[in-house]
């Protein structure tokens, strides 16, 4: 088992990987705003929406599953990183090809046939991420984390010089997915110089059957699936009966059109529709989820570290460190995903002003209270569902996912179509997403209590509460003018909610000497 200093470099290592990543990402989503008029912004995230849960699935499920079988019998590392490979002959290679063959259907269901070309480019992307995946689970199964955050940070560079490259080059929508893929194709060469190919020993050696994992692959497939349109069903919606609403409006449509693209008319040959227009209300709730899905994406390094963890305290069948694992990766992810989240949902306005245009933020600034505060129950409700994959239960995670998603869909399709096109859509949209993910937060919770006998503190729970009413209290009463005075005022609420947890005592000294501690073993360089 690892021990406490490997698992503490590993938290660093991955932490940081996964830090870098989310800067690196919302450069690029900040940026691309700057550089793409609305509509085509729109519409790679539209493209994005779509492709992201599949590579999404394919990415976590492959890692996971290499992972889980590697740290089990760390000696036959090679030998399941063989298996893993051919298994993305049968599953990564074909869902690739599935996918580019189904992009005209997806097109239309969209109500976008121009969509259709866009959509089998990204297919590319879909199989290089699968077999660049099984490279990362080896890292990760034999706790080379230093090698796997290494990865992360080559690829979110790539990613940002490729996508932004060839969008600055004046290619559009195609030169952006487009950077894309030629980033997935370098990522898979260098991961294959960083983490080896399988030796002869390993090819030449019976080979290890490749069924076990995938019947652990299609399971955590299922759960990841559910997880991912979780992510992306209310903006995959938002397209749709946008583009209904504005067909069936054609007022509304030029209305629109003049007064968030007013240059359009000026321009010979710009032509602009109802989907367009769509893409435009995306571009708008694109920038929302990328400033509240912050939060989830910071923790997000918790869920790479505690899933071989609970994959072998699980297999030794040590039920005390499966519960501590759980009880230490649960409070400090809810303190740390809302210590962010809180200092977006007390003044999102000018937050959202600072990286977006005035249009961006006076639109979407409401809607991103609802949808920060619904993430940070995502992300326990993401970690929750790792812990009962890891720990073999994934039949729970799945059901947890289907009840979250279920509410999600069913309640935007009925909520969306009520609202017209600009700000209270957005506010509705992201309003019925974060109560589906509160309620599955819940729901997964008290799964995880019953499977593993263990979950979130109950008196963590409320004591964090009471520290998001008072910073944002803190946040509404401090007046905002300049970017410069909202950067202070965020500092000061987050200031104010991590006071509020040291005077309940939800913080301590007991979590500074674990901190302490952690820096210490680091840098002794004590092994797992």
Do not use: C
């Amino acid at each position: 088992m690892a021990s406490g200093a490997g698992a503490g470099r590993g938290v660093i290592y991955i932490a940081f990987a996964k830090f870098y990543f989310m800067i690196a990402g919302a450069i690029i989503e900040f940026r691309l705003p700057a550089i793409l008029a609305r509509t085509v912004f729109g519409a790679y995230a539209v493209v994005s929406s779509v492709v992201s849960p599949i590579n999404n699935v394919l990415v976590t499920g492959s890692i996971q599953a290499v992972s889980r079988f590697t740290a089990q019998k760390p000696e036959t590392a090679r030998m399941v990183q063989h298996a893993g490979l051919r298994m993305h002959l049968w599953i990564g290679l074909p869902v690739a090809l599935a996918f580019i063959a189904a992009a005209p259907l997806i097109a239309w269901l969209l109500h976008d046939t121009s969509k259709t070309g866009p959509l089998m480019l990204a297919g590319a992307i879909v199989g290089g991420y699968s077999f660049y995946a099984i490279f990362v689970g080896t890292a990760n199964g034999r706790r080379e984390f230093h090698k796997q955050a290494g990865l992360d940070v080559t690829f979110a560079t790539l990613r940002v010089l490729g996508i932004l490259g060839l969008a600055i080059a004046g290619l559009g929508l195609y030169g952006a997915i487009g950077g894309w893929v030629i980033a997935v194709g370098l990522i898979l060469a260098i991961s294959m110089g960083v983490v080896g190919l399988p030796g002869a020993e390993a090819r030449t050696a019976p080979r290890l059957p490749v069924g076990p994992m995938l019947k652990f692959f299609a399971g955590v497939a299922v759960y990841l699936v559910l997880l991912n349109l979780i992510m992306f069903v209310d903006q995959l919606l938002l397209k749709r009966l946008a583009t209904e609403w504005y067909r069936a409006d054609g007022a509304q449509l030029q209305a629109d059109l003049d007064r968030v693209l007013p240059w359009a008319r000026q321009v010979s040959g710009f032509h602009v529709d109802a989907s367009a227009m769509a893409d435009v209300q995306v571009a708008y709730y694109r920038a929302v989820q990328n400033l509240a899905r912050l939060s989830y994406q910071a923790i997000i390094a918790a869920t790479f570290v505690i899933f071989p963890l609970v994959s072998r305290s699980t297999f030794e069948d040590d039920q005390e460190t499966t519960k501590r694992y759980v009880h230490v990766t649960m409070r400090y992810s809810l303190i740390f995903a809302t210590a962010l989240a809180v200092v977006m949902a007390a003044n999102p306005i000018p937050l959202l002003d600072i990286p977006y245009a005035d249009d961006y933020a006076r639109l979407g600034g409401p809607a991103l209270i609802a949808l920060a505060l619904g993430n940070v129950a995502f992300s326990l409700f993401a970690i929750t569902g790792t812990i009962l994959n890891g720990a073999g239960h994934t039949r729970a995670a799945i059901v947890s996912a289907a009840v979250t998603l279920v509410i999600a869909a069913v309640g935007n399709a009925l909520v969306i179509p009520r609202f017209e096109p600009g700000g209270d859509v957005l506010l509705a949209a992201a309003t019925v997403t974060g109560v589906a993910m509160v309620i599955g937060a819940a729901l997964a919770g008290y799964t995880l209590r019953a499977h593993v006998g263990a979950f979130l503190p109950v008196l963590s729970l409320v004591r964090v509460l009471v520290a998001v009413g008072a910073a944002m209290g803190v946040g509404y009463a401090i007046p905002f003018r300049t970017p410069l005075m909202t950067l202070i005022e965020a500092a000061v609420v987050g200031l104010t909610f991590l006071v509020v947890l040291i005077a309940t005592g939800e913080l301590g000294r007991k979590d500074l000497q674990t901190i302490i501690a952690v820096r210490k073993k680091r840098g002794s360089g004590g092994e797992a």
